[in-house]
């Protein structure tokens, strides 16, 4: 049975190849698009899903804009990794304009409605995580109301990517991330399982050359591993986003009930996750945390997936 899927993103490259893998999979019917800022601004992802998902001739798929600052901190951008506006000149001269423009909702209130529309709806929050938390601050039952929260964020046991202690998705909104945490009891997939399905730099000639979308993959896909090679001690590019379409669309990731929280006390560990593995605490877990990926065959799913679509 084809599951419905909402995409809550901030293009992004990550983001990008995301939105392209839930398109080309038959395993889920793609019902919206919400953005966030994270990647770059809000003006920014909003315009950048727009015209990816325009690019693809799928600009059928409603797109809501939603928040623009993080509840407490000052906004952290990306843009030394994904470009300047989220996607690198290069590709981004080569994507059409939209031709539509996102749907008057905010993305909270879009999430709602989805999830009271759909009874078998799966959220993939692979930005901050701030429309998903006000998502459930204005309806509590979201949790319940939806087949499962997806959460791209966390360094449960190794180190984080923006700070020593911190990934960068909940680095940025670190109550935002606490409070889906707490009350969405979501998938939480960290850098522990995201890291080891890298995408070796080889598979990106698979795509070289063929049509125009085939080439923009493999464009994206190089330019991430120009910037992680050496940085990661392997040859490829880590897809952190995609890994947590990987696990939606095919049974890739390990999960274990846990408890988990997100330090938000904006010092040194801002953003960090405290995994309570061997259960200290004594606390009733709050979520399913990923601890371990078949890394073949996530690299598999993320390629063919995004074959299928071009």
């Known amino acids: 049975m084809t599951r419905k899927l909402l995409l809550d993103v901030d293009p992004g490259l990550d983001d990008a190849l995301a939105m392209y893998m839930a398109l080309g999979s038959d395993a889920v019917d793609v019902v919206g698009v919400t953005t966030v800022m994270g990647n770059t601004a809000i003006e920014h992802t909003t315009h950048n899903a727009l015209s990816l998902l325009e690019f693809v001739?799928?600009?059928?798929?409603?797109?809501?804009?939603?928040?623009?600052?993080?509840?407490?901190?000052?906004?952290?951008?990306?843009?030394?990794i994904h470009g300047e506006g989220g996607?690198?000149?290069?590709i981004r001269d080569r994507l059409?304009?939209?031709?539509?423009?996102?749907?008057?909702?905010?993305?909270a209130?879009?999430?709602?409605?989805?999830?009271?529309?759909?009874d078998d709806l799966t959220i993939a929050a692979v930005g901050p995580q701030t429309n998903v938390a006000l998502a459930i601050a204005k309806e509590p039952e979201l949790p319940s109301l939806v087949d499962g929260i997806y959460q791209m964020g966390g360094a449960l046991k190794t180190t984080g990517n923006v700070t020593p202690q911190a990934?960068?998705?909940?680095?940025?909104?670190?109550?935002?991330?606490?409070?889906v945490v707490q009350d969405g009891y979501p998938h939480v997939v960290g850098l522990?399982?995201?890291?080891?399905?890298?995408?070796?730099?080889?598979?990106?000639?698979?795509?070289?050359?063929?049509?125009?979308?085939?080439?923009?993959?493999?464009?994206?896909?190089?330019?991430?591993?120009?910037?992680?090679?050496?940085?990661?001690g392997f040859d490829g590019t880590v897809a952190s986003d995609s890994v947590v379409l990987a696990g939606i669309l095919d049974d890739v990731l390990t999960f274990e009930d846990a408890y988990v929280a997100v330090d938000t006390t904006s010092?040194?560990?801002?953003?960090?996750?405290?995994?309570?593995?061997?259960?200290?605490?004594?606390?009733?877990?709050?979520?399913?945390?990923?601890v371990d990926v078949d890394p073949d065959r996530c690299r598999d799913v993320i390629v063919e997936s995004l074959e299928r679509l071009g």
């Open 267 to 290: 010092g040194p560990s801002n953003g960090a996750t405290i995994y309570d593995e061997h259960g200290v605490y004594g606390e009733e877990p709050n979520c399913k945390a990923a």
């Open 167 to 179: 990934s960068f998705n909940f680095y940025v909104d670190a109550p935002a991330a606490a409070r």
């Open 109 to 118: 209130d879009f999430i709602v409605d989805q999830a009271r529309k759909h």
């Open 192 to 232: 522990d399982v995201t890291e080891p399905a890298y995408v070796p730099s080889k598979v990106v000639d698979r795509f070289d050359g063929q049509n125009e979308y085939r080439q923009v993959v493999s464009d994206i896909l190089r330019l991430k591993a120009d910037n992680e090679t050496g940085s990661f």
């Open 87 to 90: 996607i690198p000149a290069p």
């Open 96 to 107: 059409p304009e939209p031709t539509t423009d996102p749907v008057g909702d905010h993305a």
């Open 57 to 80: 001739g799928r600009s059928d798929v409603p797109v809501a804009k939603g928040a623009a600052k993080p509840f407490a901190d000052e906004l952290t951008m990306a843009e030394y």
